[in-house]
DNA sequence: TATACTAATGACCAAATAGTCATTTGTCAA
DNA sequence: TTGACAAATGACTATTTGGTCATTAGTATA
């Protein structure tokens, strides 16, 4: 559905100048062009459509961030990799991360924190995984701190993207931070994160990947996508779910089958930690 | 006034609950146990309220930081010592901590943002002050990453304090960060953040310290504090102020005897600024 | 007790909010 | 041209919002 699309796209805009609750469906409306029945005919209510956003920009997000961990991996200059894919993500998606850095510390609503705050847990896994990929277990009980740092480093930084509209040296950006996690991973001793404490913050928060969502994201990627290799990928894939049948290898394929897709980035991540890959 | 006091005090609570904008004029009313006219007899608006809770609030965060780090300088583990500082702060002032978290990046009201991130540009320049004690010129050209670095330890770590209620070992987090702090400002050689681009950043959002800004704010104080020599000591500082007579280290002699009242400290704060010391 | 004054109340207002639904418009095939 | 169906409209409702103000309660002085 077009209109869908059209809606949160100009309402990701509103709610990155304003925040959620500054912006009424009166102004999405009228930025849209549209009516208001016509909002809600896409959507059932104005929580409908920001639960909607928070997955359809969020998921873009953190599927670029794992990319960028992801390439980066087993490379020379990993971390000078990581960066720039981080700050350039940054960069492509800056409406959604003021979104996302907005409303991850305002918790007017419950629900809402708690999804955003699971994406975060998402994002925070994959450094760790990162900095397992490079360091085994040389790293161990300084592992978390690490990740914390790194985190911070983000958040710091973004300052420049987010908030202002600058020429910026993104090369330079990142060796300049590889260069400080680097060191850090070097030469810190001193831990304060222990596996329980990032356990408490981190599982607490972790999103179910219960079956029936699986499935119905795989739906509704199969109502989306046209081409043929990719479309009867994804319908094995959910046969796969609802029954097993083939062999870990041959999932793996198919899954490697729909995975550059851009409808279907999410799905395969989702079907890695349902099938537990 | 009592009444005003008691407003901020629980206008505060449902604000780091719920941010600005879910919170109604009625909630704080009713919280408060009073009627909805008494709240106008404190306040002309609803934003008035916001704007002196951020006044009242973040003043006291930015002065108890600007005391770590005070108290920091020149120590043997200056690093623990600030760290230990700022997060006893952020314990201490949780609420306000989480205000200026969520809203400093919420922009629903322009002045409001400015009013916050210049609180912000406060603290940097604090955490810059610090380094430049420490390190005099051997650091100049990784300062100011070193600053962001910091600021980045500080906020992704704030986590721990403002959205869980653990009991954590408090030595062991500021050593921590420390050792990293250390290590970076040490090692590192490559750097990012350019005295311009620090410029740009902050003197940009800096707060203007006005002749009649100053003088308010004395006026304040000289009505809420009792004490003889306080009293005479703002007195004359404003007289100071309004025209030159003393010399410097009457002035700051001046100063340093309001400095420690509770009501004063901002004011001290903001005289040393004035008159440039 | 009578007077004067301030502090506090809560019914009231206009404006804005999320959400509904009878009606109209647009688009097909027959 | 007609009829059937889906898409879109915007006037409407019920509720909530920030803010006002005539009235009342409380208190101190004469």
Not at 13 to 20: A, R, T, V
Not at 32 to 40: H, R
Not at 129 to 138: A, K, N, P
Request: with cysteine.
């Amino acid at each position: 559905m077009m209109k869908k699309q059209l809606i949160m796209e100009k309402a990701l805009e509103l709610f990155s100048e304003q925040g959620f609750e500054s912006t009424s469906v009166q102004q999405i409306t009228e930025r849209c062009g549209i009516s208001k029945g016509a909002f809600y005919l896409s959507f059932k209510t104005k929580e409908e459509l920001i639960f909607s956003m928070i997955d359809h920009f969020l998921q873009q997000f953190i599927v670029d961030i794992d990319q960028s961990v992801k390439e980066a991996l087993h490379k020379e200059d990993m971390f000078v990799e990581f960066y720039k894919g981080i700050f350039k993500t940054f960069q492509k998606h800056s409406k959604s991360a003021r979104m996302f850095l907005n409303e991850n510390t305002n918790p007017a609503n419950k629900e809402l924190l708690e999804k955003v705050k699971a994406y975060e847990v998402d994002m925070t896994k994959s450094i760790a995984f990162m900095l397992e990929g490079l360091y085994g277990e040389t790293l161990q009980h300084t592992k978390y701190d690490l990740v914390y740092c790194i985190k911070g480093f983000m958040k710091s930084y973004a300052e420049f993207f987010i908030f202002a509209d600058l020429r910026l040296d993104l090369d330079q950006l990142a060796k300049s931070l590889a260069e400080k996690t680097e060191i850090i991973a070097r030469h810190s001793t001193i831990s304060f994160i222990t596996e329980e404490l990032n356990q408490y913050m981190n599982y607490h928060h972790e999103e179910m990947v219960s079956q029936d969502k699986v499935l119905e994201l795989l739906e509704l990627s199969i109502q989306s996508v046209e081409e043929a290799i990719v479309l009867e990928s994804l319908q094995l894939l959910k046969g796969q779910v609802a029954h097993q049948t083939y062999s870990k290898v041959i999932i793996i394929g198919l899954i490697e089958n729909i995975r550059l897709q851009p409808e279907c980035k999410w799905q395969a991540r989702l079907l890695m930690k349902y099938f537990q890959f």
